[in-house]
């Protein structure tokens, strides 16, 4: 079986294929969404149950049609070190649960947001964002996370390249489900190799709990805090847009008029609302689980879902995380290089698709604009400034997302119009069930 069209009912394939579909995209998301815990000091297991529950609930919202995961934003890592930054490498269990009150306020911002979408609609928000700007921020978006990649290569060449041969390999030259699952025979093929050279310490797992109930800690409220961590939403939600189109010009779906950026931006906010409350981090749909739908071409929202339960389940099993945590960095960064990648990929398409044309010098400046001020300010780390006497940052992309809005509303020649005709009606799950 060749996976040259797009599966939209992975039910199709049989339970125990969608299954393991589900597991790949929880490989995928995995060492993204613990590495946010380990920098801030927040707990694995909650930070795992948290993005399962978020990712359900954000599935609930959206009525189950868009294939998004929601795992651990790197947006807030700058709040976090803010409000309670780590004490000689250890959690500041004082000021964490206020960075997390202040977390739960940024994502009220997003709901607010969803509020004035559905009030005046969302064809005023989008003109806003054409394919000019959103193609841009979607490229923008995978060459960021791109060092990060790198960095986990040039831990161990050797896995990564495994990793990286492999899934190329069998999202190529593979056959029936082997195609479409490159991601799990990449990390297993590179994590069989790592333990053959004693890369992998596995020594400390018969110390751990079968069965454990991962802890939570309930926010607490700081205004101060609050002030510091709640302007990062407005860069969050722009990326949300970003990574809504790409997941709609991944999947060929208007996920934007249908079920409507208002629902996803509520979905992604009150996952966030809800993480935050209880001791986890800020969620965000992730372009970890874009690439994977990319590579594949199952797009089935079930499958996401599948993922978040076993997210869920993972987060009460001390055993089954601390082996997925064991897996070497250079494993890692061998498979995200490829999902990074593809997230890139998908950008360019969204532009040809949409067929921007760069013989006109206004797109050339926008698009310009965006990738030098993403990849630039990223490398700099972005712009700080103080407000209501409490230092803000402004991440690369959330710098370019703004230059590329306010560029193209005030450059002559805009023609956009937003299209609201490809609702998503075609599509086979309307629904939400797993």
């Avoid at 939600?237 to 991944?250: F, K, L, N, P, Q």
């Avoid at 803000?392 to 997302?401: K, Q, R």
Wanted: aromatic fraction near 8%.
């Amino acid at each position: 079986m060749q996976n040259d069209n797009p599966i939209l009912d992975a039910r199709s394939l049989g339970y125990p294929k969608m299954i393991l579909l589900g597991v790949q995209h929880t490989f995928a998301m995995f060492g993204a969404t613990v590495l946010v815990p380990i920098l801030t000091g927040l707990d694995v297991s909650t930070t795992l149950l948290m993005a399962g529950l978020g990712t359900l609930l954000f599935h609930f919202l959206t009525k189950g049609r868009v294939p998004a995961f929601l795992g651990s934003s790197f947006a807030f890592l700058g709040g976090y070190a803010a409000v309670a930054p780590m004490i000689d490498g250890k959690p500041n269990a004082e000021m964490l649960p206020y960075a997390g009150g202040a977390v739960f306020c940024a994502g009220l911002v997003y709901v607010v947001l969803a509020a004035l979408i559905k009030l005046y609609g969302v064809k005023k928000v989008m003109t806003f964002f054409p394919p000019v700007v959103t193609g841009p921020i979607i490229i923008s978006i995978g060459l960021i996370l791109a060092p990060t990649a790198i960095k986990n290569c040039e831990t161990n060449w050797l896995l990564a390249l495994v990793a990286m041969g492999t899934i190329i390999f069998f999202n190529i030259w593979g056959r029936g489900m082997f195609k479409i699952i490159p991601i799990i025979l990449g990390v297993i093929t590179s994590y069989v190799l790592a333990i053959i050279l004693n890369d992998v310490n596995l020594a400390d797992i018969t110390s751990k709990s079968i069965v454990a109930a991962p802890p939570i800690t309930i926010m607490k409220f700081d205004f101060s805090a609050i002030i510091t961590v709640m302007p990062i939403s407005l860069a969050t939600m722009m990326e949300h847009i970003g990574d809504i189109s790409a997941i709609g010009a991944t999947t060929g779906e208007n996920y934007i008029a249908k079920p409507g950026l208002h629902r996803t931006l509520l979905g992604d906010g009150l996952a966030t609302c809800l993480s935050a409350a209880f001791g986890g981090p800020a969620n965000t749909t992730y372009g970890e689980n874009t690439g994977v739908l990319a590579l594949t071409k199952v797009y089935d929202p079930r499958v996401i879902r599948l993922a978040a339960v076993f997210a869920i389940i993972i987060s009460f099993l001390p055993h089954v995380n601390f082996i997925i945590s064991s897996i070497p960095a250079g494993t890692i960064g061998g498979v995200s290089l490829i999902l990074y990648g593809m997230i890139s990929a998908i950008g360019i398409r969204n532009v040809v698709e949409n067929q921007v044309d760069f013989t006109k010098s206004r797109n050339t400046i926008i698009a310009a604009l965006i990738l030098v001020c993403a990849l630039g300010f990223s490398a700099t780390g972005g712009i700080s400034f103080q407000a209501f006497g409490a230092t803000v940052t402004l991440s690369g992309l959330a710098i370019a997302a703004l230059v590329g809005i306010i560029a193209n509303a005030i450059l002559p020649g805009n023609e956009y119009v937003f299209d609201e005709s490809k609702d998503g009606t075609d599509q086979k799950f309307q629904t939400f069930e797993i």
